[in-house]
Nanobody, 122 residues
Framework: QVQLVESGGGLVQAGGSLRLSCAAS????????MGWFRQAPGKEREFVAAINWSGGSTYAESVKGRFTISRDNAKNTVYLQMNSLKPEDTAVYYC????????????????WGQGTQVTVSS
């Protein structure tokens, strides 16, 4: 079992930056692919970025070139660096992980955090 706790959300002006963190419990963290998803009001949850156990990453088209996902297996933590933020990035951001080492951006993930709010003002 893996528990995920996100932090780092907040209010930022358009063009600004935030870094989200996701701390994971459990010894198997390094074996899982990890991902970030977001859900805006009135919209379905959508994929943002994922990182495989080996460090390879994939991104949604809407965030490519602006967001960077990374992981520190020694700290059991995955990060999402968000730059050049836009009002349309406003959403609750969720960290997710597993069930396998690789994740391509579609399909279910096993473990989910509670989410952290990101609000980008224009």
């Amino acid at each position: 079992q893996v528990q995920l706790v996100e932090s780092g959300g907040g209010l930022v002006q358009a063009g600004g930056s935030l870094r989200l963190s996701c701390a994971a419990s459990g010894r198997t963290f390094s074996s899982y692919a990890m991902g970030w998803f977001r859900q805006a009001p009135g919209k379905e949850r959508e994929f943002v970025a994922a990182i495989n156990w080996s460090g390879g990453s994939t991104y949604a088209e809407s965030v490519k070139g602006r967001f960077t996902i990374s992981r520190d297996n020694a700290k059991n933590t995955v990060y999402l660096q968000m730059n050049s933020l836009k009002p349309e990035d406003t959403a609750v951001y969720y960290c997710a992980g597993g069930p396998s080492r690789y994740y391509s951006g579609s399909g279910p993930m096993s473990y989910w955090g509670q989410g952290t709010q990101v609000t980008v003002s224009s």
